[in-house]
């Protein structure tokens, strides 16, 4: 199994920026693809961005296409996403996921193994 533990989350004003990570620990980080999701309040966890396992295939919601950038340090077992031009609609419990399958995916089911989230909260 993988271990996973989301970091970077906070409060920001609309037209910010935050970098959220994720460390993972347990088996070869690169042996999974690599996706965030988020939840909003009253809301359904609904995919984000993912990323194969070398990088060179990535995969992100129309919603956010643009504006965020997954990316990953295979050597430090960790994921990013770099969230720019945030909007209070971004307002979100972002999660960390790694996929059964070592391809880019934006299937939920297909991730087995989730960190514990990190709040991120954006102003208007």
């Known amino acids: 199994q993988v271990q996973l533990v989301e970091s970077g989350g906070g409060l920001v004003q609309a037209g910010g920026s935050l970098r959220l990570s994720c460390a993972a620990s347990?088996?070869?980080?690169?042996?999974?693809?690599m996706g965030w999701f988020r939840q909003a309040p009253g809301k359904e966890r609904e995919f984000v961005a993912a990323?194969?396992?070398?990088?060179?295939?990535?995969y992100y919601a129309d919603s956010i296409k643009g504006r965020f950038a997954i990316s990953r340090d295979n050597a430090k077992s960790t994921l990013y996403l770099q969230m720019n031009s945030l909007k209070p609609e971004d307002t979100a419990v972002y999660y960390c996921a790694a996929a059964t399958t070592v391809w880019a995916t934006h299937m939920r089911s297909e991730y087995p193994y989730w960190g514990q989230g990190t709040q991120v909260t954006v102003s208007s």
């Open positions: 990323i194969s396992w070398g990088g060179s295939n990535r």
């Open positions: 347990g088996r070869t980080f690169s042996n999974y693809g």
